[in-house]
């Protein structure tokens, strides 16, 4: 008997990694393994969330993740509705929690929450009665982006154990790199933040990863290098002197390549500033990834809808 058949789900909501188990990680990318053929059909659907209705509840702009879980979605042959504050009472006065209960009173399964403040996604899990996904919450997680880095990870060398990662960037506003975190670390790797210290979260020796503060130190050594986005929006000061100068400490160059593993993974979540964080030439490169991550993250936004449907029903046929 497999280590997945052994195995059972019970969590309702997906609202980080940090609370997760090594165990129900490996379950989730084993649960997107299966799912990963329905993209290769003619007719790119199967049943498991027919007649269920799943919400795009996004208060931020968003383009692979909101478009990834309606796909996702869609392919589980779920309805999908796509919240727009633009269009909706928000822009009226309506607090989150009453449009949410308001979308709720239609008859909603599972709300795929996206929210500039942190906690946003735990708040509707301790108040509504559907399924809750978090698809980023302010500085907190970003938990499918977590799961299809490790997936694409996985993918190519095989397992986790033992490689060496490196997150460059601006660390200290990403929830990406949060979720990276918990789940390359559980999974067995060893993390390294890269970046100037003013990018770095005041709490990060808290945290279980190192720290480096050039990227030309840990190039040769890492076998995975994902590179982050500055958060242009988030920052209240400018935390270096230049876009140039950061780009020349920490940009992912041809050069800095030249000094890679020849097998190193560059990895980004998207989107990306072209010649700030990486050369385009890389970007494009043979040892990126990037958009197999786009590809994986199909596979893995629909085994989380999947699994917390199911954690769902079961709870409310007890």
Not at 92 to 100: N, P, Q, R, S, W
Not at 104 to 115: P, Q
Not at 125 to 135: F, G, P
Not at 228 to 233: D, N, P, V
Request: aromatic fraction near 6%.
């Amino acid at each position: 008997m497999s280590k997945t058949e052994t195995f059972k789900w019970n969590r309702k909501h997906l609202l980080g990694l940090m609370e997760l188990s090594r165990q129900e990680i490996e379950y989730i990318l084993d649960t997107a393994e299966g799912f990963r053929e329905i993209s290769t059909r003619s007719i790119k659907k199967a049943p498991p969330l027919r007649g269920k209705v799943v919400v795009n509840l996004f208060f931020e702009d968003s383009t692979r993740t909101r478009n990834s879980f309606t796909l996702a979605a869609e392919r589980l042959s779920a309805d999908v509705m796509q919240f727009s504050t633009k269009f909706s009472s928000v822009s009226k006065g309506e607090t989150l929690l009453d449009t949410a209960k308001n979308l709720e009173a239609m008859g909603i399964d599972i709300v795929v929450i996206r929210h500039s403040a942190g906690g946003t996604a735990k708040l509707l899990s301790r108040t509504l009665n559907c399924a809750v996904v978090n698809a980023g919450d302010g500085y907190g997680e970003h938990p499918t982006q977590g799961l299809l880095d490790a997936f694409t990870i996985r993918q190519i060398k095989g397992s986790l154990e033992g490689l060496e990662v490196a997150i460059v960037g601006d660390i200290a506003h990403s929830r990406v790199a949060r979720s990276n975190i918990w789940a390359l670390t559980k999974l067995g790797a060893n993390v390294t933040l890269v970046g100037p210290p003013t990018l770095m979260p005041p709490a990060v020796k808290q945290l279980p990863v190192k720290v480096s503060y050039s990227l030309d130190d840990v190039i040769d050594k890492v076998d995975v290098v994902n590179m982050l986005r500055i958060q242009f929006e988030r920052l209240g000061s400018n935390p270096f002197p230049s876009i140039r100068e950061y780009s020349h400490y920490f940009g992912l160059t041809l050069d800095r390549m030249k000094k890679a593993k020849p097998d190193i993974i560059v990895m980004h979540p998207g989107p990306i500033n072209r010649g700030v964080e990486m050369e385009s030439e890389v970007a494009d490169g043979k040892n990126s990834v990037i958009l197999k991550q786009v590809e994986n993250g199909l596979a893995v936004r629909m085994a989380v809808l999947y699994l917390v449907n199911q954690a769902s029903q079961e709870l409310r046929n007890k």
